[in-house]
C-alpha cells in the first residue's frame, strides 16, 4: 500500500494513502474537534470546527474532508485554527439555549466539551435564536431543534436506511433547520423510530424520551450488549442508575439494515425490569401495545399456548 | 458535413436577401418586453398592415442599451439602418411617416446607426463611434439586437455552427489546446482557465461524461447571461457540442434558473431546430459524433450557482454545495467526470475555435484575456449590457459607456461582482479592469454585475442590503456561512439603526476574517467581501454612523431628523398637507415646525417645500 508522508505541528507523520488529515492528525496523537464527522459515513465537511491550517492553501480547509498528501505542512493548534473554532463555537452557541445545567446531554455533549476546551463561555453577539417548539410527538425520540447544530449527521444516518430519508434540511439561511418532509412533526413523517438519528447526535437536540429526567450521565453506568434479535448484530448500552437498569439505548449500527425499534424495545424488555410500556403506530397515531405485538410475537405465543 | 455546407450557401443568401428588404425590426429581450416591446411590435404590424405597406417586420434580443428599449430599428436595401430607443406605441406613426414611406430617418427619435458599409445618415452617431459603443468589443454579444435569435438561419448565416464544423475535423486535444492557447478564463467569476478545465476532464477516466451550463445566473444587478441566452442560444449550444467532441461528452445540460422564461424558451426553440437539421442529436454532421442537450429549470437558490450545488440540484437533491475536492472535472454530475462552464464562457468558444485562440488571446490584459461582458445598472445615465476587452479601467466604463452618473451627482463606489464581489471608491477608478486586479481590491469580477452608486448611497446600508441577500440564500450546510453571515447582517442592522458600539468594527473584522478563511464553499468564503470593502474604503461612514449617529448620505432613517429653517419657511401649509403621519403643524404664514416624535422620517415633504426650507441631517 502506498504511504504518504506529511509534517502535522512539526511532527513527521506516514499514513496510507487517502487518509484524511483528520485520522492522520488523531493518530499521531493530536487533538482535532467534530461534530459532522461521522467515520460510518464521511465526506461531509460542513460545520468546519475541524479546520487547520495547510502551508499554501488558500483558506482552511475541513480537515474531515481534506486528503493527506506528501509533504503537506499543517498546524491544527495555530493561533488562526484555535481562531476560527472558537468564532465558530461562539456562533454556535449564539444560536443555542445554552441550557446545560438541565440538557439531558449535559456530561457528553461535544459542544459543552469543547466549548470548555477552547473557552468559550458565551457569544457576544446579542442577536436572534432560534426558537421552535420541541417535538415529543414520537414517543421513543425527543426532537429539540434550539439545541441543533445542523452538522447534518441525523440526515446522513437516516439517508442509510433503504426507503427511508425521512429527515433533512429544510428552509434556507439562518431559518435553515432539520425536518421531515413538509416540516411535520416527527410522529407524522414515515420515521420508524429506530433511534439512529439518536445514536449519532453530538449535542442535546435529540434524546431518548425513556431516559428524560432520570439521571445525570455521570450518574448512569453503561453495558454494552449486542442485540441477537436478527444477525445484524447492533449494539446498545444498557443503561443503569445506582444499580436499577433505566433504559437501553442504541450504541451504533450493525451491518444491514441496522438498528431498529424492535430490537431495541426486545432490548428494554430483556434488561429492564421496569420497561415502559411500548407504543406502535397504528393509523397514524401512536398507541399502547401489548410487548407480544411489539415485538411480532401473537402468532408465536398463540401457538406456544 | 456537405449537408451543413450546402444549406449554409442558400442559408446565406436568404439571409443576404433579407437584410435587403426594407424592414423594421423590435428589440425583444426581457428588457424590451418589459419596456413594452410587445405593445410596439403589434402597434407596427398593425400599422403595416393597414396601409399595406411592403416592408417585413422581425424581432431580435436587446442590443445592449436597455436604456432605450423600447427600441426598434429600421433599414432600408442599400442604406444605413437606424436604431431608435424609447419607442412607444404613439410613436410607431410618427416612425413609419418618416423613415418607411418619407424614407427619411427621424433623427430626433434616433439612437445609433448601422452603417453596414454603406453611407451614413448625417446627424445619428454611427455605433461604433457612438458613446455607449465606442470603447466596446463586440464579439460574443455581436448577435446581440442583430438576429433573430429564434431562427437558426440567422444563427447559420452569421457563421454559425461553423465552430463545430471545425471541431469534429480536428484532434480532440488540438480543440483543447486551442481553447489553452485563447487563454479564456471561466465567465461565470472564477475565472479558472477554461482550457485546464477540459485537459482535466478530458483526462478524467469514466464511461460517462458530461456537459454542464450553468445557466443559475443570480446576482442582483446581473444578466449578462440572460442576455446571451436570448439573444444567441444557438452559440451557447455550439459552445457546448464543441466542448463535448473535446472532452468525449455526449450528453450536455443547461441549468437555467426558472426566472428566465425567455432564454428557457429560446433554448428550447433552439434545441428543436438544431436536432431537425441534424446539428444535434445522433451522428452530427455524419461524423458518428452524438450530442444531445436538455434543460433542467433551477427553482431559484442563489446557491445553487455554486457547481456542485448546482449539480446537486440536477440530481433532485436540495441545492448544498459538495466538499472539493473531488473537483466536478473528476466527480461530477452523477459522480461522472464533468465539465462545468459558464453560459458566456461557452458562447464564447464557437468564435474561439473559428477565429482561433491567438485572435481571442490578443485582446485583454497579460493574465486575462478577450473580452467581458459587463452589466450596468445603478445611478447612471446608461443602463444596459456592455462588452469590453479585459483591461478597460472601471472610469471607462463609466463615464464613457455608461454616460456618468445620473442627474449630475457625484459617484461614489461600484459594487463589482454581485454579493460576493466588493465596492469601489473614486481612488479605484483607474484600475484596469481584469480578475486579478479585482480580487487585490477586494472585489472581484463575479459574473459581470456592475453597479454604481452615487454619493446619496449609504455604504453601510448597501452593506446590509448585500449580507442581508447572502443569509437569506445561505445554503446552511456550514457553520461560518449560516451563522456568521446572520450576526454580520445584525451588526450591520445596529450600526444603521444608531446602535452601533464601538466594538462593532473590530466584531465586523474579526467575524469577516474567519467566515471568509473558514466557510465551506465560494458562496460563504466572498460573502463578507462588501463589508470588507466598504470598511476598507469607507470606514468613515460606519465611524459616523457609529459615533455620531449620523448617516452621511442621509440614508439611513433612524439617524435622520427633519427640520424647517425658520428664515425659508414663508408658511404657505405645502408640507403640512403632504405630511402623511401629521407631524407639521403651524398656522398660515406663520413657520411651521415639524414634531420629531410624530415624524417617520418618510422625506415626503422635502420635495415638496419649494422654498428649500426642510433640512435633512
Request: hydrophobic share 35%; charged share 25%; with cysteine.
Amino acid at each position: 500500500m502506498s504511504t504518504v508522508t506529511l509534517t502535522i505541528n512539526g511532527k513527521e507523520v506516514t499514513v496510507p494513502a487517502g487518509t484524511t488529515v483528520l485520522d492522520a492528525a488523531l493518530g499521531a496523537g493530536f487533538f482535532i474537534p467534530t461534530f459532522c464527522h461521522d467515520p460510518a459515513n464521511p465526506g461531509y465537511g460542513g460545520c468546519r470546527i475541524c479546520v487547520v491550517e495547510i502551508k499554501g492553501a488558500r483558506n482552511m480547509p475541513a480537515s474531515c474532508v481534506t486528503a493527506a498528501a506528501n509533504g503537506m505542512v499543517v498546524e491544527t493548534d495555530s493561533p488562526a485554527v484555535i481562531e476560527a473554532r472558537r468564532t465558530i463555537l461562539e456562533l454556535m452557541l449564539a444560536n443555542h439555549p445554552v441550557d446545560c445545567m438541565t440538557c439531558e446531554k449535559s456530561g457528553e455533549c461535544k459542544l459543552q466539551d469543547y466549548a470548555f476546551r477552547y473557552d468559550v463561555k458565551s457569544a457576544d453577539f446579542g442577536g436572534e435564536k432560534k426558537d421552535y417548539p420541541q417535538d415529543q410527538s414520537n414517543p421513543y425520540i425527543s426532537r429539540d431543534m434550539n439545541k441543533c447544530v445542523l452538522c447534518g449527521k441525523c440526515v446522513r444516518t437516516c439517508e442509510q436506511v433503504e426507503d427511508r430519508a425521512v429527515i433533512n434540511f429544510a428552509y434556507r439561511g439562518f431559518k435553515t433547520k432539520v425536518a421531515p418532509a413538509l416540516d411535520a412533526s416527527l410522529a407524522e413523517s414515515a420515521c420508524v423510530s429506530c433511534s439512529r438519528c439518536v445514536s449519532v447526535c453530538p449535542v442535546g437536540a435529540l434524546t431518548y424520551t425513556s431516559m428524560a429526567g432520570k439521571a445525570r450521565v455521570w450518574e448512569t453506568t453503561r453495558e454494552e450488549k449486542t442485540c441477537s434479535w436478527c444477525e445484524a448484530g447492533c449494539l446498545f448500552d444498557v443503561v443503569s442508575k445506582g444499580g436499577e437498569v433505566i433504559s437501553v439505548t442504541a450504541k451504533a449500527p450493525g451491518d444491514g439494515r441496522p438498528l431498529c425499534l424492535k430490537g431495541r424495545l426486545g432490548m428494554e424488555l430483556r434488561h429492564n425490569s421496569q420497561p415502559p410500556a411500548p407504543m406502535l403506530k397504528k393509523d397514524g397515531e401512536f398507541v399502547e401495545v401489548s410487548w407480544t405485538e411489539a415485538l411480532g410475537l401473537d402468532d408465536i405465543m398463540d401457538k406456544l399456548k | 458535413m456537405t449537408n451543413l455546407q450546402k444549406s449554409r450557401s442558400t442559408i446565406e443568401e436568404q439571409y443576404k436577401a433579407k437584410q435587403n428588404r426594407p424592414r423594421i425590426v423590435v428589440g425583444l429581450g426581457t428588457c424590451g418586453i418589459a419596456a413594452g416591446g410587445n405593445k410596439v411590435m403589434a402597434a407596427i404590424k398593425n400599422e403595416v398592415a393597414s396601409r399595406g405597406l411592403d416592408v417585413d417586420v422581425d424581432f431580435t434580443s436587446c442590443i445592449g442599451m436597455c436604456f432605450a428599449e423600447p427600441a426598434v430599428e429600421i433599414g432600408l436595401p442599400g442604406q444605413a439602418s437606424v436604431v431608435y430607443g424609447g419607442i412607444y406605441p404613439d410613436k410607431v406613426g410618427q416612425l413609419i411617416d418618416g423613415h418607411v414611406v418619407g424614407k427619411k430617418p427621424v433623427t430626433e427619435l434616433a439612437a445609433i446607426q448601422i452603417t453596414g458599409g454603406a453611407e451614413p445618415f448625417e446627424g445619428i452617431p454611427v455605433m461604433e463611434q457612438s458613446g455607449y459603443y465606442a470603447k466596446q468589443v463586440r464579439s460574443v454579444t455581436s448577435r446581440l439586437g442583430r438576429t433573430n435569435p429564434e431562427s437558426i438561419e440567422d444563427y447559420i448565416a452569421t457563421g454559425g455552427y461553423a465552430g463545430i464544423e471545425k471541431a469534429v475535423a480536428m484532434e480532440r486535444l488540438d480543440i483543447i489546446n486551442e481553447v489553452k492557447k485563447s487563454g479564456i478564463r471561466g465567465r461565470g467569476g472564477g475565472g479558472f482557465p477554461t482550457g485546464n478545465k477540459w485537459q482535466f476532464v478530458h483526462d478524467a477516466v469514466g464511461d460517462k461524461k458530461y456537459i454542464v451550463c450553468n445557466a443559475d445566473e443570480g446576482d442582483p444587478g446581473a444578466f449578462m447571461d440572460r442576455s446571451v441566452l436570448e439573444g444567441d442560444p444557438h452559440a451557447v449550444l455550439e459552445g457546448m457540442m464543441i466542448a463535448g467532441f473535446a472532452i468525449g461528452a455526449d450528453e450536455g445540460v443547461i441549468y437555467c434558473r426558472a426566472e428566465y422564461p425567455l432564454a428557457i424558451k429560446r433554448l428550447n426553440l433552439a434545441i428543436e431546430e438544431a436536432e431537425k437539421m441534424g446539428l444535434m442529436g445522433e451522428n452530427i454532421l455524419g461524423t458518428g459524433f452524438s450530442f444531445k442537450i436538455r434543460i433542467k429549470a433551477g427553482a431559484g437558490a442563489f446557491v445553487c450557482g455554486e457547481e456542485t450545488a448546482l449539480l446537486n440540484s440536477i440530481e433532485g437533491q436540495r441545492g448544498m454545495p459538495r466538499v472539493r475536492p473531488p473537483f466536478p472535472a473528476h466527480k461530477g454530475l452523477w459522480q461522472k467526470p464533468t465539465c462545468l462552464n459558464n453560459v458566456e464562457t461557452f458562447a464564447n468558444i464557437p468564435f474561439i475555435i473559428r477565429n482561433g485562440g491567438e485572435w481571442y488571446a490578443a485582446m485583454g490584459t497579460e493574465k486575462s484575456k478577450g473580452s467581458k461582458v459587463f452589466c450596468l445598472t445603478g445611478k447612471i445615465n446608461n443602463t444596459g449590457l456592455c462588452e469590453v476587452p479585459m483591461g478597460i479601467t472601471m472610469g471607462e466604463i463609466l463615464n464613457d459607456i455608461a454616460g456618468g452618473i445620473k442627474e449630475g451627482k457625484k459617484f461614489k463606489a461600484v459594487q463589482s461582482g454581485g454579493p460576493s464581489g466588493g465596492c469601489l471608491p473614486t481612488e479605484k477608478l483607474d484600475l484596469p479592469i481584469d480578475y486579478d486586479s479585482l480580487i487585490s481590491a477586494g472585489a472581484m469580477m463575479g459574473s459581470g454585475g456592475l453597479v454604481f452608486m452615487d454619493e446619496t448611497t449609504c455604504m453601510v446600508d448597501v452593506a446590509k442590503f448585500f449580507l442581508n441577500f447572502t443569509q437569506l440564500e445561505s445554503c446552511g450546510k456550514c457553520t461560518p456561512c449560516r451563522e456568521g453571515t446572520k450576526r454580520l447582517l445584525e451588526t450591520l442592522i445596529r450600526i444603521t439603526e444608531g446602535a452601533g458600539t464601538a466594538e462593532d468594527i473590530p466584531n465586523l473584522e474579526r467575524l469577516a476574517k474567519v467566515i471568509k478563511s473558514s466557510a465551506l464553499c465560494a458562496l460563504g468564503q466572498t460573502a463578507p467581501n462588501p463589508v470588507l470593502t466598504t470598511l476598507r474604503y469607507f470606514r468613515n461612514e460606519y465611524e459616523a454612523h457609529i459615533n455620531d449617529k449620523k448617516c452621511p448620505a442621509g440614508v439611513c432613517a433612524a439617524l435622520l431628523s427633519f427640520s424647517i429653517l425658520k428664515d425659508k419657511c414663508i408658511g404657505c401649509g405645502v408640507c403640512l398637507k403632504a405630511c402623511p403621519v401629521d407631524a407639521i403643524s403651524g398656522e398660515k404664514k406663520a413657520v411651521h415646525v415639524i414634531d420629531p416624535a410624530k415624524c417617520v422620517k418618510c422625506g415626503a415633504c422635502v420635495p415638496k417645500c419649494k422654498f428649500e426650507a426642510i433640512v435633512k441631517a
